[in-house]
């Protein structure tokens, strides 16, 4: 079945970069799966962070994280990456990846739960001040 495994989070300072691995699994490859980064603080609903469908294909990131994160993918290593620059004491959070097969256009598609049936574990992401 498939799997996603998610890591790199940890603690840092704010201002400082970090970067999020996600590793699929179950399949041959996920190269035509949209794949996306949703985050979810303590109290607070999940929220969509970035989506990316196609290796070199169209990006779709929140008003928060544009200009500050970037989604990029691997298909050779099934991999999905989210780097992150700049982070804020708001950007503390689970972080969560995200894939699945319900293709659509534009991010308030991409941007809702429902359009992904595979969930990894989630990594924390602490920024402190």
């Known amino acids: 079945q498939v799997q996603l495994v998610e890591s790199g989070g940890g603690l840092v300072q704010a201002g400082d970069s970090l970067r999020l691995s996600c590793a699929a699994s179950?399949?041959?490859?996920?190269?035509?799966?949209?794949m996306a980064w949703f985050r979810q603080a303590l109290g607070k609903e999940r929220e969509f962070v970035a989506g990316?469908?196609?290796?070199?294909?169209?990006?779709y990131y929140s008003d928060s994280v544009k200009g500050r994160f970037t989604i990029s993918r691997d298909n050779a290593k099934n991999t999905v990456y989210l780097e992150m620059n700049g982070l804020k004491l708001e950007d503390t959070a689970a972080y969560y990846c995200?894939?699945?097969?319900?293709?659509?256009?534009?991010?308030?598609?991409?941007?809702?739960?429902?359009?992904?049936?595979?969930w990894g574990q989630g990594t924390q992401v602490t920024v402190s001040s």
């Open positions: 990316i469908v196609w290796s070199d294909g169209p990006t």
């Open positions: 995200a894939t699945g097969t319900r293709y659509g256009t534009g991010t308030n598609h991409y941007a809702q739960p429902n359009v992904y049936d595979y």
């Open positions: 179950g399949r041959r490859s996920f190269s035509s799966w949209p």
